[in-house]
Structures are given as structure tokens and as C-alpha cells.
């Protein structure tokens, strides 16, 4: 098992990749120096790491301006103000995992998240703060991402979710949309998803508002399925 003392003689300045998931026995005390023991890193997750506050997260970002790929999924301690915090210092992002993240992934994360123009991977799955307020700052942008993960997501709409889809439809191979059967979400964002021609997953499962123009969307669109 690590402890703190093993990972203080390991962590340094020449650290660019370093997985803490689960590791709940970390104190804050030796949590809150790892972005003043690595300032270079470029790989971070604290996975699972519920019980890390929000002045732990800021703490750690203060010091970290190369990260290029970060999870933090359930991290329920993660507020909005630290996460944009990460967002603004770190213009490099290119894989960016906050499933579960309740308290930070909020309209104005969003709208940062919008302007990352590396960002490849986006999982913003169970949050329910995230609105089309927010998504609207994807609308004329153009985003690489091209894994994108919302499952669960229900407090945006098609309409929403048409103008993410737009900023990334040239570049979109993997889409998971679990599970958003509220009443907004309806079957016309697929006419966008339809001009995503490098898709080759999609997951729309549980989404009970869906209806049988899917098809005719997609049709539209000329694609072949």
C-alpha cells in the first residue's frame, strides 16, 4: 500500500502521471502539495476521491498548468469554483472525465469546457446542473472531441444537446446518451447526429422520448446505417 511517506520520496518535479484513485486513506494535509510537489503533471486522477473538499482541488490547481488529461469522476467535494479554476490554467486539456462531479459541472463550467481546443474526451455523465444555458457556448465552435459521454444528464434538452453535437460533428466517434428520457429531450438532435460521419458507437438506451423518427432524421441526413 502507498503511504504518504513513500509518495513524498517518489513525487517531484520531473512527475507528469499520477493515479490516486481510491486511495481514501490520503489526508488532506498531504492532498492539498501535490500540485506544489508536481507542478508539471500532465495525468491526474483522483477517481472516487469523495471526501476531497473543494479547497484541496483549488489548492492542487494553483500549481498545475500542463494537465492534458484529468478524472475526477464522483469526486462530490469538487465545486465549480475550483473546477474553473483547473479550466482557465489549464487551456491543454484533452481528455476531461467529471462523471458523478454534482457540485462543479454547472453552465459556467460548461461554457469553459467550450473553449478548450484540444478536447477530445468529455464525460459529464449524472451531473443534473449543466443546462442548455450552457451548451449554447458550444454553438459556432469547433471541438475534436470525439468520445462524449452525458448518460443520465437530464437537465438539458435536444435542443441542447444538437448545438454540443454541432461543434464536434466532424470528429464524433463514441456517444453515449443513456438514459435521458426527460420530457425535452426528443428525436430531432439526430438530424444533426446524422452529418457525425466518423460515429461508430452510440448508446441512446432508456431514453423513452425517443420515437421512431430517429430513422427518418438520420435519413435525412443520408447516412447509412
Same mark, same amino acid.
Given at each position: 500500500?502507498l503511504t504518504e511517506e513513500n509518495l513524498r520520496k517518489?513525487?517531484?518535479?520531473?512527475?507528469? *502521471?499520477?493515479?490516486?484513485?481510491?486511495?481514501?486513506?490520503? =489526508?488532506?494535509?498531504?492532498?492539498?502539495?501535490?500540485? *506544489? %510537489?508536481?507542478?508539471?503533471?500532465?495525468?491526474?486522477?483522483?477517481?472516487?476521491?469523495?471526501?476531497?473538499?473543494? $479547497?484541496?482541488?483549488?489548492?492542487?490547481?494553483?500549481?498545475?498548468?500542463?494537465? *492534458?488529461? #484529468?478524472? !475526477?469522476? &464522483?469526486?462530490?467535494?469538487?465545486?465549480?469554483?475550483?473546477? $474553473? %479554476?483547473?479550466? @482557465?490554467?489549464?487551456?491543454?486539456?484533452? &481528455? %476531461?472525465?467529471?462523471?458523478?462531479?454534482?457540485?462543479?459541472v454547472e453552465d459556467t463550467s460548461i461554457r469553459l469546457?467550450?473553449?478548450?481546443?484540444?478536447?477530445? !474526451?468529455?464525460?459529464?455523465?449524472?451531473? @443534473?446542473?449543466?443546462?442548455?444555458?450552457?451548451?449554447?457556448? !458550444? +454553438? +459556432?465552435?469547433?471541438?475534436?472531441?470525439?468520445?462524449?459521454?452525458?448518460?443520465?444528464?437530464?437537465?438539458?434538452?435536444?435542443?441542447?444537446?444538437?448545438?454540443?453535437?454541432?461543434?464536434?460533428?466532424?470528429?464524433?466517434? $463514441?456517444?453515449?446518451?443513456?438514459? %435521458?428520457?426527460?420530457?425535452?429531450?426528443?428525436? &430531432?438532435?439526430?438530424? @444533426?447526429?446524422?452529418?457525425?460521419?466518423?460515429?461508430?458507437?452510440?448508446? #441512446?438506451?432508456?431514453?423513452? @422520448?425517443?420515437?421512431?423518427?430517429?430513422?427518418?432524421?438520420? $435519413? =435525412?441526413?443520408? #447516412?447509412?446505417?
Amino acid at each position: 500500500m502507498l503511504t504518504e511517506e513513500n509518495l513524498r520520496k517518489i513525487l517531484n518535479e520531473g512527475t507528469i *502521471r499520477l493515479n490516486l484513485e481510491a486511495h481514501y486513506w490520503l =489526508k488532506h494535509s498531504f492532498l492539498d502539495k501535490i500540485g *506544489r %510537489l508536481c507542478p508539471q503533471l500532465q495525468e491526474l486522477s483522483l477517481r472516487r476521491m469523495k471526501h476531497v473538499t473543494n $479547497h484541496v482541488f483549488a489548492e492542487i490547481f494553483t500549481h498545475t498548468k500542463a494537465l *492534458r488529461a #484529468v478524472d !475526477f469522476s &464522483d469526486c462530490e467535494g469538487l465545486h465549480g469554483s475550483a473546477l $474553473h %479554476l483547473l479550466l @482557465k490554467q489549464n487551456e491543454g486539456l484533452e &481528455d %476531461l472525465q467529471l462523471s458523478g462531479c454534482v457540485n462543479a459541472v454547472e453552465d459556467t463550467s460548461i461554457r469553459l469546457i467550450s473553449a478548450l481546443p484540444k478536447l477530445t !474526451f468529455l464525460d459529464i455523465s449524472f451531473t @443534473k446542473r449543466a443546462t442548455d444555458q450552457g451548451l449554447v457556448h !458550444f +454553438g +459556432g465552435r469547433k471541438v475534436p472531441i470525439s468520445t462524449l459521454v452525458l448518460n443520465s444528464v437530464t437537465s438539458i434538452s435536444s435542443a441542447g444537446l444538437t448545438v454540443l453535437i454541432g461543434a464536434c460533428s466532424s470528429t464524433l466517434v $463514441h456517444l453515449e446518451a443513456a438514459y %435521458l428520457d426527460q420530457e425535452t429531450m426528443k428525436s &430531432d438532435f439526430f438530424l @444533426k447526429l446524422g452529418y457525425c460521419w466518423n460515429l461508430q458507437y452510440l448508446d #441512446v438506451s432508456g431514453c423513452s @422520448k425517443l420515437d421512431d423518427t430517429i430513422i427518418t432524421n438520420l $435519413h =435525412k441526413a443520408e #447516412v447509412v446505417l
